[in-house]
């Protein structure tokens, strides 16, 4: 009889993970040379604090950033660059971020790093084509929790506008940390109890409204479907626009991919919620 899987270890339940994750990479490497970019630009201090831009193929464009998963110390702002083969030629731009990663980061340092890197992409949307006053934030597992803190940001406090984030796609993210205060995963983390409330986006909506898409994989472990579910739920308590999508077939790793699928309801719905109109079927990139 097979045991269940402790809470929140995706690995464990996705034998083949590292497969899905090294598509994702090859089929970046592959937009980089597809796609017109400018990589590696700096909004804060060291590689840790550096983002790529991938351009759309219009002029003031919406941005939407993307931070990627990793379970807060793993992978990398270049193995997610593959969407922006559906988004540059719908008309906008896809920015995938890097962040500090854990042990040597804390999670308030992962959240506070991309608060700022938020901050420089409104500061600097202009000079690469993009439109400041449509930033759109997208992540997925750890990325979809730092989205959601960033989100919560009280720009005004920064002399920026107070709507900066004008919706928000989260992908099998974490929204409630303190499960994982008591999980494997905080021996990385280190968090204890003020943090894993203080860096909780369940507990910290935004302070302007903003329309979200809350998707994860039905064959995902029942604590990220409900960690999904509940985050969607809290947003329309607060009579926020929200919309939770449980994604058919998908599991934790694979779902990622329903970012470049034309047709598929995940890309569609953020395409509703940033005001693109789908030009056809985008070229896939497949290795």
Not at 180 to 205: K, Q, T, V
Request: charged letters at 20%.
């Amino acid at each position: 009889m097979n045991e269940r899987p402790a809470p929140y270890d995706i690995e464990a339940t996705v034998p083949d993970f590292r497969a899905h994750l090294q598509r994702y990479a090859e089929a970046s490497r592959l937009t980089r040379e597809q796609r017109p970019t400018r990589l590696d630009l700096a909004y804060g201090e060291g590689t840790a604090q550096t983002l790529d831009v991938y351009l759309a193929d219009a002029p003031h464009a919406p941005v939407v950033i993307y931070l990627h998963g990793g379970a807060w110390k793993g992978s990398s702002k270049s193995d997610r660059g593959f969407p922006a083969q559906a988004f540059g030629p719908a008309g906008a731009i896809w920015i995938s971020m890097e962040y500090p990663l854990a042990p040597a980061a804390s999670v308030d340092d992962m959240v506070a790093s991309v608060r700022r890197g938020v901050a420089w992409v409104h500061r600097q949307a202009a000079s690469f084509g993009g439109d400041p006053d449509r930033i759109f934030l997208c992540g997925n597992s750890a990325g979809g929790h730092l989205a959601g803190m960033a989100a919560a940001t009280d720009w005004a406090e920064q002399g920026l506008p107070a709507d900066l984030v004008k919706g928000v796609t989260t992908v099998s993210g974490i929204f409630d940390m303190r499960p994982m205060a008591e999980s494997f995963m905080n021996e990385w983390l280190r968090l204890d109890a003020p943090g894993a409330a203080r860096n909780s986006p369940l507990l910290h909506l935004p302070r302007a409204a903003c329309p979200l898409i809350c998707a994860v994989g039905e064959k995902e472990l029942p604590e990220f479907v409900e960690q999904s579910a509940g985050y969607a739920r809290a947003w329309a308590a607060a009579g926020y626009p929200a919309r939770f999508v449980p994604m058919k077939d998908h599991d934790h790793f694979s779902i990622i991919d329903e970012l470049n699928r034309p047709g598929g309801p995940l890309l569609a719905a953020m395409f509703e919620q940033i005001g693109l109109r789908n030009r056809g079927a985008a070229p896939r990139v497949h290795t």
